[in-house]
């Protein structure tokens, strides 16, 4: 594993992609390798499921959110982590970027949404998992608003959530 030394972090503020910039601190701790997170800013965000634009002051606290958490990962990773902002498809331009800065490992978050409703709205980390040029680590949060697969299919939760110590 010690191949990794350049690490992009795809986020878009949701709990999910705070946890993968997490994973992707510890990662960078222990390999001594650098982190780009990027935002892109879709033409038309919109809520997930919905054809509503996303309320500007949720939007705001979203964004702070983002921000302080990145301020965090770069408190502990000082020069190590930079980040950008670019405007665009997610896919293409988490690609796009892997691809122009020879990244090494794509850390990126998902939901977990599985059925129709993932078919009807896609999935950005999909979409990154099926095209990537370098491996790519999905993260999901476990005590995320949506049932994991397990959960959906057999009525109970993840074993990994099964067996995490309650917070």
């Given amino acids: 594993m010690g ?5 992009l972090v ?4 949701s709990s999910p992609s705070m946890a993968a910039l997490s994973q992707a601190v510890a990662l960078a701790e222990d ?18 499921g919905s054809t509503t634009e996303v309320a500007p002051s949720a939007q ?8 302080e958490a990145i301020e965090a990962a770069k408190a502990q990773l000082h020069e190590r982590l ?17 691809v122009a800065d020879k990244v090494d490992l794509i ?17 950005v980390a999909d979409g990154v998992v099926r095209n990537s040029p370098c491996p790519v680590l999905v993260v999901r949060q476990a005590d995320g608003e949506e049932e994991s697969f397990a959960e959906r299919i057999h009525g109970r939760p993840a074993v990994a ?4 110590p309650p917070r």
């Avoid at 795809?10 to 503020?13: F, R």
């Avoid at 930079?82 to 896919?91: C, K, L, Y």
């Avoid at 959530?161 to 995490?164: E, F, N, P, S």
């Fill in 107 to 123: 850390v990126m978050g998902t939901h977990g949404r599985v059925g129709r409703l993932q078919t009807l709205i896609g999935s």
């Fill in 10 to 13: 795809p986020m878009d503020g």
């Fill in 60 to 67: 705001q606290s979203t964004d702070r959110e983002m921000d």
């Fill in 82 to 98: 930079s980040r950008r902002t670019v405007p665009g498809d997610p896919i293409f331009k988490i690609l796009e970027v892997a």
């Fill in 3 to 7: 191949h990794f030394r350049k690490i």
């Fill in 31 to 48: 390999l001594g390798a650098t982190i780009e997170v990027l935002h892109v800013n879709a033409p038309d965000e919109f809520e997930v």
């Fill in 161 to 164: 959530d099964q067996l995490r």
